[in-house]
């Protein structure tokens, strides 16, 4: 059972920046991908990035260019560096890991969820 805890929410103004950090439990950290989805108020809950074991990186259209997701497997800690934040990026924000490389933008296929952390930007 891998353990997933968010950390990095917060509330910020149109054009700033905040970086997420997912910390993971598991050693075993390194053989998961990882990503990141959000769901605001009303919606579904949609991909935003996902970075495979071998450090292969997926973007939602919406965050390209201005997200970056990456790993630091001796920290068994993944990231999301979000700049140039927009209003519509407010959601709560979770984190996510699962075996294999396949299916990284689906939520379905992924195995073990953090519990969210807000995310607030402000017009």
């Known amino acids: 059972q891998v353990q997933l805890v968010e950390s990095g929410g917060g509330l910020v103004q149109a054009g700033g920046s905040l970086r997420l950090s997912c910390a993971a439990s598991?050693?075993?950290?390194?053989?998961?991908?990882m990503g990141w989805f959000r769901q605001a108020p009303g919606a579904e809950r949609e991909f935003v990035a996902a970075?495979?074991?071998?450090?292969?990186?997926y973007y939602a259209d919406s965050v390209k260019g201005r997200f970056t997701i990456a790993r630091d497997n001796a920290k068994i800690t993944v990231y999301l560096q979000m700049n140039s934040l927009k209003p519509e990026d407010t959601a709560v924000y979770y984190c996510?890991?699962?075996?294999?490389?396949?299916?990284?933008?689906?939520?379905?296929?992924?195995?073990?969820w953090g519990q969210g952390t807000q995310v607030t930007v402000s017009s």
């Open positions: 598991d050693r075993t950290f390194r053989s998961y991908a």
């Open positions: 970075i495979s074991w071998s450090g292969s990186t």
């Open positions: 996510a890991a699962k075996r294999g490389v396949s299916l990284l933008r689906a939520g379905s296929s992924f195995d073990y």
